[in-house]
């Protein structure tokens, strides 16, 4: 089926890292990525990883990718409350369009 | 660099009505895609254009029109308005084939 699936909520405190997960749908796709949502706001992108990496690091951000599993996940060290938004992980498939397929999004509340 | 930018921001519709929501690309991206958002989900592809022609599209009835305009610029058009129809619907462009698209804020549709 089309359906990428993630968690619909994760609870962190402050300071602590954060790891949301996604199972994607087709081992051939050829990008995934991580965007972040706000409150009103359209997406802003956090990270991508092409599809023969199992890792990528920007900063705070950790992305693990799992092809066997279609597994990816995206960690974010010292978690603040900034950070608070809905994520949304995305496949791209091979083809002829750039369409992604996003995920229901999980939605990230960092307390104090 | 100009990014993407969309309107009208907000926008009121009642069931029956037409609608034309326009995106102006980014500096020197070609191809343009609009997402639906609905509340709570994760955005879903409704169609891709590229050479002002129509490349690829999702699971969206025909009352789900496009453009797409020399200067790459785009409208999204939806006729015969339904309640479901209510939703953010963004914007994204990118050079044909490139990794990232880059997504306009949105243009919030409520269809009363």
Redo the contacts between chains.
Sequence with gaps: GED?EQSLFLSVREGDSSVINCTYTDSSS??LYW?KQEPG?????LT?I?SNMDMKQDQRLTVLLNKKDKHLSLRIADTQTGDSAIY?C?E?RP???????????TRLQVFP | ETGVTQSPTHLIKTRGQQVTLRCSSQSGHN?V?W?QQAL??????IF?YYREEE??R?NFPPRFSGLQFPNYSSELNVNALELDDSA?Y?C?S?K???????????TRLTVL
Excluded: E, H, M, W
Aim: proline letters at 6%.
């Design positions: 990428v050829t990008y965007y706001a359209g997406l802003q992108l991508y092409f949304f995305a791209r083809g002829n369009t750039d369409k992604l397929i996003f995920g229901t999004g | 191809t895609s997402y709570g989900q994760g955005p879903q592809f891709q490349n690829g999702g953010l963004l994204a990118s044909t084939s490139a990794p990232v698209a880059a997504f306009g804020p949105g």
